[in-house]
């Protein structure tokens, strides 16, 4: 079994990896809620591995979050449980940068300079912005352009690599068509990112077996409570085949689910009962019970004690913020000069 590595691991490993790959990662997760399993494999451990491998920068996207969530109190709390969530899972701020997309003003400048080279046809054909107003929900500015802010998050950092799941694809695509346009009219402003996505991971199911999302409730928290957690992982939607008829593993979401949580030994053990047959799905639900609570059980641990002490989250952050700032600024400021607005702060 894997786990979610510890915070603060060895930081002078982190220095020597550093140097020949010159990776920049950046990524966002929006507070909208608590963490699920489709955020953890698709993207949160792609966070927790890159911060060995270059100089990364990752925020809580409370501005994007502002599009659904109305409630102040809300809110605020839910980037809290955000920021213990993900270094109780081993992001680590010495390694890695974390802070509040808020807290970096200069994205929401860089945002209105993105929007006026911004073609309304390229954000009408966005998914998020097109799947509501297909249902005939009534959409805002905010949802519109989401994406164009999505862009400004990945440029204000130079960052060239941003670890997501499938579904943010997309929008990394057109953070690049953007940073194209814009230096193709103003010169080498910005750096050109690419998504990271992990195969077995892009598109994490849900316990119906659709992709595991809030929107379609359908959701396993990573710190689920432990009562909640066997209820959900034992309500998980199977098919209705005979239990003597051997199964194709590589087609069943309880598998795939299990397959990210177990070991690779494991794995291949329980890919050979599905092929041999004669077993009942709660045999394996009862498996992937067992993986899921031993998989977290030493984050779960770490956010109890991080809980207990919440000036640390708060330094983190602060700390995180002012980092985010020097270097948005820098990319502001360049790109302020080049469509010919003064330079920066100190030019004013
Ligand atoms: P968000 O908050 O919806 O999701 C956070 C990350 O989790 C991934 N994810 C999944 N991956 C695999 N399977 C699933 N079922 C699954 N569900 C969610 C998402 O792909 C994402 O990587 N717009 C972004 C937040 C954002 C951002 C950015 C990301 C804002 N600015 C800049 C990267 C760079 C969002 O709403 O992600």
Redesign the pocket.
Known sequence: MTSPEPANANASDAAAAKEPTQLRV???????GR??????????R?YIDLQHAGDAYY?I?D???LTTVREPEVLRSFVREAALDLVALGLDPKRATLFV?SDVPEVTELTWLLLTVTPMGLLERCH?YKEKKAKGLPADAGLFT??V???A??LAYD?NT????????Q??EV?RDLAGTFNHLYGEVFTL?K?R??ET??????TDGQ????SYDN?IQVFEEPGKLKKKVMRITTDSRPMEAPKDPETDHLFELYRLMASAEETAAMAETYRRGGFGYGEIKKALHAAAEQFFAEARTRREALAADPATIDGILEEGAARAREQATRVLDRARAACGLSRGRGDR
Do not use: E
């Open positions: 950046l990524s966002g997760i929006q507070p909208t963490f699920h399993w489709g955020n953890y494999f698709g993207a949160i792609q925020f996207a501005l994007h979050a997309q998020a989401y994406p802010l999505m862009a998050d990945i960052a941003v670890p997501v799941g499938d579904d943010q694809v929008h990394v953070c990112p998504a996505v992990i991971a892009a598109r994490v199911p849900g992709k595991m999302s809030k959701t």
